[in-house]
């Protein structure tokens, strides 16, 4: 079981067995809402019928197409559309079939494209704390959660370090939207840079938003800090958009909605509406042509995956975008905002509940640990929650929300609700 107490599973099973629109069924018949969009990857919610159909006729046509040596069309088209969604029609696309693959991914492209300009010397990794990136070495090195890490701390890349997060309960609980206080931690690259010195730095990775710590919303102007400092020193500046990509913030990324453009993006999940594996890296143009050197018939950077850009999940990605944009699904989303802001805030107040912060369609709820054992409350509040028909997020005592785009208002509504009797009840119950 992954990321799962597995003893606790086996004891207490729960199974799924279908799912349509915004609602999953369980395997005893109860029919729960998708409060956090499956994991943050279906915004559609579940059996799009644009997707559906795509992905059936897909099978048929072309089931499989091998990505070395060889290409099919889709996949340029669908490479194309992405970056033009991204307002950078002149980017590339590397793709690969999961966010922590997206991630490895770019990092390897940083180091190999200073490297081809001649700055081997730029090795060095920057992450932050409290990010996650995925499970990939690489990812997991940057990353900032010792529980992720802490049991594979030999694998670590050497190289590697971290801005503080940007998150301070005493100086922004329960904040709607950006926080103002924390522009100054962005100093702290300055710091690195000087410590380590620009010339050893290939690249700074961040989440615009930490999604799965527990959505960590960046303060006003820190993103555009980190990138004049990013700009200054030479270094890459990586976005990493797997949860932000593709509407979340009610932009088609968080690039857009902060206004701040990084150099390269990661994305994942929302790509396919999570019906098909695909994860990738938006290059900007020149770092691209920056391998375009030696021999024509070379390989100008060896990396690649066995099922990068799968015909399926390339099917998957143009339905799904015909849906996000062309079916104003992005927008749908946005419009969805400011309700749900409001209606995350007002749990503010109920049992345990120690902050609330929210960016898009996208919430966090941060409760009160029992005394002694982390954890057991998130678990309670979830448990609860499904009897209330609603499948929530936890991690630790962190509740996180992001519903499908697809929801109406009167969902987004009663799943608040639904969610304020699971704390209610969860704070009665013995531990
Ligand atoms: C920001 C970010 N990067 C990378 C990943 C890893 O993605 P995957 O689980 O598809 O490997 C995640 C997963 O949630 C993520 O949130």
Redesign the pocket.
Known sequence: MLFTGNRYFKAHPRLIVGARGAYYTLADGRRVFDCLSG??CSPLGHAYPGIVQAVQSQVERLDYSPPFQLGHVSAFELAARIAALAGRPQDRVFFAN????A?DTALKVAIAYHRARGEASRTRMIGRERA????GIG?LSVGGIAPVRKMFAPLMVPGVDHLPHTYSREHMSFTRGQPEWGLHLAEYLERLVSLHDASTIAAVIV?PVQ??TGVIVPPRGYLARLREICTAHGILLIF?E??TGFGRLGKPFAADFFGVQPDLI?F??AVTNGVVPM?GVLVRADIYEAFMTGPAHAIEFSHGYTYSAHPLAVAAGHASLDALIGEGMIERGARLAPLFERAVHSLRGEPRVLDIRNIGLCAALDLEPAAGQPGLVGLRVFERALDEGLLVRFSGDTVALAPPFISTEQEIEAMIEGLRRSLRAASGAPP
């Open positions: 994991m943050w999961s966010g922590s693959e991630v996650y990136h995925g499970v990812g989440e999604g799965s990493d797997v949860i990661t994942a999940k994860g």
